[in-house]
Structures are given as structure tokens and as C-alpha cells.
Antibody, heavy 117, light 116 residues
Framework: QVQLQESGPGLVKPSETLSLTCTVSGGSISTYYWNWIRQPPGKGLEWIGYIYNSGSTNYSPSLKSRVTISLDTSKNQFSLKLSSVTAADTAIYYC???????????WGQGTLVTVSS | QPVLTQPPSASASLGASVTLTCTLSSGYSSYKVDWYQQRPGKGPRFVMRVGTGGIVGSKGDGIPDRFSVLGSGLSRNLTIKNIQEEDESDYHCGADDGSGSNFAMIFGGGTKLTVL
């Protein structure tokens, strides 16, 4: 059974960089598309971007200038960095696996990140 | 890219049936949509994918037979029969933008299902 677990600081100051890691267990990270999605409190889901095992990435156009997703196959982890954060970036951040043509079949439980001074 | 429209809320009595709707924007009638269930305080979980021919592939892990989908025109609907208390959740529909391996994902606004 594949499991994903997000980790990282729960509080980030405005203008700083949000950094999160997703650890994948029960399967290799060397295939599939590995995604970050966020959900502001009480709102819907917003896709942030993905990384593929080749290192290729694609990001949401609305966040592209501030987002970097990277992969560490030796640790079976992938990471998110979101720069210049504001209160609007306060959200629960989820990591998820995409099988091309089959949707997001495994998700992490999410981690709340609050942007506040 | 498509826009996915969901009503913000729905309700149904225990043991009844409910159909949750997800509507694609005009011009995207060939697109498949994924349904996700999000129980209170939990992360989403994959329910199933739906196209115009119905379910595409397999249901997600642990999804009961009470859950089914139907696709027609621009509609990609999820029906839950014999509703149980555990079905009270937010339900999200999502789709990729059709760009193949360079995809972007889009989500509807989600529907909050209340079990009465």
C-alpha cells in the first residue's frame, strides 16, 4: 500500500519561503507524477504542480513564478518551495500521486501551513 | 482548459440515494473527470474516474459498490445509494487539461454532502 506523508513548518512569516517535503512509502518514487495541491481553509482544492521521475515539472500558471518542486529518489521524497508567501498562501498542503490517465490515486493526509508574522 | 462546476451543497436522508453533479464547460464533452471524497479533517481519496461511457478503470481502494458514476454530454455525475453516515463528506471533481504528459489539473469547487 502506497502512503504519502507531508512534513514541514506549520508557520511561515510573510515574504519568506514555504518549504514542505512529501515522503513516499510502499512504492518507488521513480515512476509516476508527484503532485502538490493546496486547500485554503473552507475552500476548494487548487493544484500547484508536479514533478516526474525524469525531473520534468509543470506548475500552475498562477503560481509558476514562485514555485519549485524537486525530487530526491535516494530518500523517496519530493519537495515544494513557495517563495514570497503572503496570508493568501495559508492553506492545507497535500501531496498526491498521479498515474497518467488514471487520476490522483494516493494522497497524503495534508499539513496546515499558516502565513503570519 | 475546462471549467468544472459543482453545486456547493447537497443533502440526503440516511438510506436514501443522492446524485452529485459535475458539469464540464462547453466544448469539453470528451473529457474524463475524477471524483474524490474528503471526509471531515482528512485528505481527499480517489473514488473513480468517469467518461461518457461510465466508469473508466477501477474504483479507488475501499470504495463500496454503493458508489457509481454516469457520464452524458457535459455531465459527469456521482450517485451514492443507501447513504450511510460515513458518506458525509466533501466531494470534489477534477480533470486534467488534456495536455497529455504536460498536464495541469483542474478542480471544481466541491460539494458538501450532508446526511440527514
Amino acid at each position: 500500500q502506497v502512503q504519502l506523508q507531508e512534513s514541514g513548518p506549520g508557520l511561515v512569516k510573510p515574504s519568506e519561503t514555504l518549504s514542505l517535503t512529501c515522503t513516499v512509502s510502499g512504492g518507488s518514487i521513480s515512476t509516476y507524477y508527484w503532485n502538490w495541491i493546496r486547500q485554503p481553509p473552507g475552500k476548494g482544492l487548487e493544484w500547484i504542480g508536479y514533478i516526474y521521475n525524469s525531473g520534468s515539472t509543470n506548475y500552475s500558471p498562477s503560481l509558476k513564478s514562485r514555485v519549485t518542486i524537486s525530487l530526491d529518489t535516494s530518500k523517496n521524497q519530493f519537495s515544494l518551495k513557495l517563495s514570497s508567501v503572503t496570508a493568501a498562501d495559508t492553506a492545507i498542503y497535500y501531496c498526491a500521486r498521479v498515474v497518467l490517465g488514471k487520476g490522483m490515486d494516493y494522497w497524503g493526509q495534508g499539513t496546515l501551513v499558516t502565513v503570519s508574522s | 482548459q475546462p471549467v468544472l462546476t459543482q453545486p456547493p451543497s447537497a443533502s440526503a436522508s440516511l438510506g436514501a440515494s443522492v446524485t452529485l453533479t459535475c458539469t464540464l464547460s462547453s466544448g469539453y464533452s470528451s473529457y474524463k473527470v475524477d471524483w474524490y471524497q474528503q471526509r471531515p479533517g482528512k485528505g481527499p481519496r480517489f473514488v473513480m474516474r468517469v467518461g461518457t461511457g461510465g466508469i473508466v478503470g477501477s474504483k479507488g481502494d475501499g470504495i463500496p459498490d454503493r458508489f457509481s458514476v454516469l457520464g452524458s454530454g457535459l455531465s459527469r455525475n456521482l450517485t451514492i445509494k443507501n447513504i450511510q453516515e460515513e458518506d458525509e463528506s466533501d466531494y470534489h471533481c477534477g480533470a486534467d487539461d488534456g495536455s497529455g504528459s504536460n498536464f495541469a489539473m483542474i478542480f471544481g469547487g466541491g460539494t458538501k454532502l450532508t446526511v440527514l
